[in-house]
């Protein structure tokens, strides 16, 4: 299947600094990638839809001036993490959309473990 | 908007027996309904998925069918091996067309195998 490459896999960071992590298609182009927060046991959080080359599209209640998502070409979407607090620490998921063929089929990155101290 | 809900919760077979996940959607329109497993510190894999135009579809131990009157679509695991162990979630695809679209996901099934 269609590989998603996000980096880094986990990631340390002090109170107040930023941080950002990037995801990438490897074998495709991808209009259309999101980014979510995943908790502990619980189901996946969408936090913002990026459009290639358009501001990010986020869902209520997430920061957009905290959370800087850009996507700058059709392999790549990054998120960055501003001001990072404890609280921010989370397990960050990025997913792109690779719309050939029959489209709408989506591939999740590994995933970015981020803990702030 | 779109509204996925997804049982069980949690769901032990022993090794060999088969599990089964059922999802319910609420909007007619959905049209895409993807299935991931997700292992341990580790993002979400695709390991199935159905459009709306058809009602069945199987990829060796793995099989989702779709119930486009009930709005309601299931995984099914034969043959179930320890390694098949993780967390399963359901989604759909809302709205359904479009670079809008969106995953909604219900909210997983921790699958437990045992040997």
């Known amino acids: 299947g269609a590989v998603v490459s996000q980096h880094p896999s986990w990631v340390i960071c002090k109170s107040g600094t930023s941080v950002k992590i990037e995801c990438r298609s490897l074998d495709f182009q991808a209009t259309t990638m999101f980014w979510y927060r995943q908790f502990p046991k619980q189901s996946l959080m969408l936090m913002a839809t990026?459009?290639?080359?358009?501001?990010?599209?986020?869902e209520q209640g997430v920061e957009k001036d905290k959370f800087l998502i850009n996507h700058a070409s059709l392999t790549l979407s990054t998120l960055t993490v501003t001001s990072a607090h404890p609280e921010d620490s989370s397990f960050y998921i990025c997913s792109a959309r690779d719309g050939a063929g029959a489209g709408n089929t989506i591939y999740f990155g590994e995933g970015s473990w981020l803990t702030v101290v | 908007g779109e509204n996925v809900e997804q049982h069980p919760s949690t769901l032990s077979v022993q090794e060999g027996d088969s599990a089964v996940i059922k999802c319910t959607y609420s909007?007619?329109?959905?049209?895409?309904f993807p299935w991931y497993k997700q292992e341990l510190g580790k993002g979400p894999q695709l390991i199935i998925d159905?459009?709306?135009?058809?009602g069945e579809k199987k990829d060796q131990r793995i099989a989702v069918t779709l119930n486009k009157t009930a709005k309601h679509f299931s995984l099914h695991i034969t043959e179930t091996q320890p390694e098949d162990s993780a967390v399963y979630f359901c989604?759909?695809?809302?709205?359904?067309?479009?670079?809008?679209?969106?995953?909604?996901f219900g909210q997983g099934t921790t699958l437990q195998v045992k040997p």
């Open positions: 990026s459009n290639e080359g358009s501001k990010a599209t986020y």
């Open positions: 909007d007619s329109a959905s049209n895409y």
């Open positions: 159905i459009r709306s135009n058809v």
């Open positions: 989604a759909a695809l809302n709205p359904p067309s479009g670079n809008t679209g969106k995953l909604i």
